[in-house]
């Protein structure tokens, strides 16, 4: 037998590996995307994001329907947050979670973490401010929605909030 059949070349090997890395990152980039625009509820840390889904009815407004916790039995160990206090991430032209929901008359806490760049967090409606912040550093700030409905969030800098750096607080 001639030595040089027995070996696979390592040119297939490479190739196999490449495809391997490829399909791993589509994976973890589609996780990403899923992720990524999931309602996260004020006052209910417990409840697993993929448990809500916000529709919209025939007359434009939005609605939350609930669907079966599918999350896992280890989920539930974990202590739940202080009621009412969420942290919003913030980075270059994106607020996560972007949609947020909260209790008429229930105060709220909104931690504001900036990942990168030079932001801020706006909600004209309840003259909430955070202060103007620089990557790694983070500014809380509490408030009352005193008002049902559907608020915008912002970055107030520049453009940001052309380029994208808005979110929604929905007070019910």
């Known amino acids: 037998m001639d030595p040089e059949q027995n070996q696979s070349s390592p ?37 697993s994001p993929a448990t809500e889904e916000t529709a919209q009815n025939n007359s434009g407004t939005q609605e939350k329907t609930e669907s079966p916790d599918t999350s896992s039995p280890s989920a539930s160990l974990t202590p739940p947050a202080v009621a009412g206090a969420l942290n919003v991430e913030g980075g270059s032209f994106y607020f996560r979670p972007n949609v947020i929901t909260a209790k008429l008359g229930q105060p709220l806490t909104i931690t504001f973490n900036n990942t990168e760049g030079v932001h801020n967090l706006v909600i004209d409606e309840f003259s909430v401010t955070t202060k ?33 750096m808005v979110g929604q607080l929905i007070v019910q």
């Open 11 to 47: 040119k297939s090997s490479s190739s196999g590996l490449i495809t391997g890395l490829i399909i791993l990152l589509l994976v973890a980039a589609s996780g990403y995307l899923l992720l990524k625009n999931k309602p996260f509820e004020a006052g209910n840390p417990t409840t």
């Open 132 to 164: 103007t912040i620089t990557g790694g550093k983070t500014d809380s700030v509490t408030f009352t929605p005193d008002k049902k409905g559907t608020f915008e969030f912002y970055c107030s800098l520049g453009n940001h909030r052309q380029q994208g």
